[in-house]
């Protein structure tokens, strides 16, 4: 049978014998390439799909787009139905068929010729990028002109996919787009003990979490926390200290923000805190304004209203504090938010760039959470990018974005580890193995039968997140959060994307044999 395989790995080069000789998989890079097979002995249908592709193969070649073909049938059928078919006129098929009757090529991409019988053939398609990634497979009953211009319309999809993220990430290993004047930041969130958090790294740090009480004032998990992480200053004089207000799950806010005594009165309080503590300023962690998603209140007056009280909260903190705020880039979010109101208003939009699986079980768990761009093991378009491209276009200003990236491993709504566990127990140890999607720019690991386990972030989609940064003079990058990466190994990445891009590119080269 045929266990389709993951696609954004990189293709597995081979050399075999085919209709056109030897070839090799590393002949076609820098081109597109469409692999068809149809597992099992060779039959009409086979013959079928050969027909197929030989009619269509100058519409391809149009395309600028190679054919391969794969045979996996143990006695060769296919030669002798060529040579049958068209005598001395083999070269008349205008690409290689391979003869993979021991199943060596088909294994590297998931296929196996037995237990099919001659009626429940369906034809395999795997599209290879011109970077020779495995970018989609899919696989069809029949094939004709319709199915035909359904694999037309999907490369057309890869390719616009495939060149905005190469004209992204091309030529840039350091320093900020032309023309952009943004000295970007990093920084991180601390939920609980801050022992690990290196401050020499960072531009600054939150505090998680204060929360709102029913009578409006505030009560923070640990004060002593919150003063810890404010002494880091002693290491770092220039670190900036926050605190975070709300989370998922908070209630509070809507209240809060209801009406001009309670807004001014959040802000009170939220300056007593700042003042009492020593802090740069308050991040508001509203989870979310017009949403009761998190089990809190929420009211349609919500929108107008968040825009008040951060007003309220900088007539009261004045214009040297920071104030931040965590959101999304969501269509739904930016709907129930005034984000062309807020942005003058506020330093930082940190872009909670992660947990798009969170909600997800059964197939779709096994996607990624927060890849840079979109790809087949994406949900849907949602990327990165794309909640960028939207916060942009509702008005936030890219050098006050921050782009967050999470320090921990996600299977959909099932389970959620932290980077230290991952280092310890999936990470190419128990039968677990890293894989990489290079349209993504994202890193994924698979179970020991090939299983999508986590989606996680490593140094070097950390690496593409700083380039990108620096393409699109975003403000910056942060983590949630500190406590999930003890030995600070995804922190002095982030920090080095972000500082020193040059220097991460080349202790990825030396460390991971990385290829930019």
């Known amino acids: 049978m045929t266990t389709m395989p993951k696609v954004g790995g990189k293709s597995i080069a081979f050399t075999a014998a085919s209709t056109h000789g030897l070839i090799n998989l590393s002949d076609y890079a820098g081109k597109w390439v469409v692999l068809f097979c149809n597992p099992g002995e060779f039959?009409?249908?086979?013959k079928d799909d050969l027909t197929t592709f030989i009619k269509y193969y100058k519409e391809f070649s149009k395309r600028d787009i190679e054919l391969i073909g794969l045979s996996t049938d143990q006695?060769?059928?296919?030669?002798?139905?060529l040579y049958s078919v068209y005598r001395t006129k083999v070269t008349a098929v205008p690409f290689p068929i391979i003869d993979d009757r021991k199943g060596t090529i088909g294994k590297l991409f998931g296929i196996s010729s037995s237990g099919y019988s001659a009626r429940d053939h369906s034809t395999n398609i795997f599209i290879i990028?011109?970077?020779?990634?495995?970018?989609?497979?899919?696989?069809?009953?029949?094939?004709?002109?319709?199915q035909i211009s359904e694999i037309f319309k999907k490369l057309n999809s890869l390719r616009t996919t495939y060149d905005t993220n190469e004209n992204k990430t091309a030529n840039r290993v350091s320093g900020v787009a032309p023309g952009c004047n943004v000295k970007p930041i990093v920084g991180e969130y601390v939920l609980g003990n801050p022992e690990n958090v290196d401050p020499?790294?960072?531009?600054?740090?939150?505090?998680?979490?204060?929360?709102?009480?029913?009578?409006?004032?505030?009560?923070?998990?640990?004060?002593r926390y919150l003063t810890e992480l404010a002494a880091l200053r002693s290491v770092n004089p220039n670190l900036k200290v926050l605190m975070a207000i709300g989370g998922w799950g908070a209630e509070g806010f809507s209240d809060a923000a209801l009406t001009p005594t309670s807004r001014y009165a959040f802000a009170r309080e939220a300056k007593r805190w700042v003042d009492e503590y020593n802090l740069d300023g308050v991040d508001l962690d509203w989870e979310y304004p017009g949403n009761s998603v998190a089990g809190i209140k929420s009211r349609p007056a919500d929108r107008?209203?968040?825009?008040?009280?951060?007003?309220?909260?900088r007539d009261v903190l004045g214009p040297n504090k920071w104030i931040t705020v965590a959101g999304t880039g969501d269509p739904l979010y930016i709907r129930n938010v005034e984000i062309s109101k807020i942005a003058p208003l506020i330093n930082y939009f940190n872009l909670m760039a992660y947990d798009f699986n969170a909600g997800e079980t059964g197939e779709t768990a096994g996607k990624h959470q927060a890849n840079l761009f979109p790809s087949d093991l994406s949900l849907g378009t949602t990327s990165v990018d794309g909640q960028i491209t939207n916060l942009t276009a509702a008005g936030m200003p890219a050098r006050k974005i921050l782009m967050g990236i999470p320090f921990y491993g996600r299977y959909g709504a099932t389970s959620t580890r932290t980077f230290d566990d991952l280092r310890r127990n999936f990470i190419n140890t128990n039968g677990y193995t890293v894989r990489w999607d290079d349209v993504a720019k994202a890193a994924y690991i698979v179970g020991p039968t090939g299983n999508f386990a986590y989606s996680y972030d490593n140094p070097i989609s950390i690496y593409?997140?700083?380039?990108?940064?620096?393409?699109?003079c975003l403000g910056g990058l942060f983590s949630w959060q500190a406590g999930m990466d003890t030995a600070n190994i995804l922190a002095a990445a982030m920090s080095d994307a972000v500082r020193d891009l040059d220097g991460l590119r080349e202790t990825l080269i030396t460390e991971y044999s990385f290829t930019p």
């Open 200 to 223: 020499r790294l960072l531009d600054f740090v939150i505090y998680a979490f204060v929360q709102i009480k029913p009578d409006g004032t505030f009560e923070a998990y640990s004060t």
């Open 43 to 46: 039959t009409s249908k086979h």
């Open 75 to 81: 006695n060769a059928a296919h030669l002798q139905w």
């Open 129 to 146: 990028s011109p970077n020779q990634t495995l970018v989609s497979s899919s696989n069809y009953v029949s094939l004709s002109s319709i």
């Open 464 to 472: 593409y997140k700083g380039v990108y940064a620096a393409d699109e």
């Open 304 to 313: 107008e209203n968040f825009t008040l009280l951060i007003t309220a909260l």
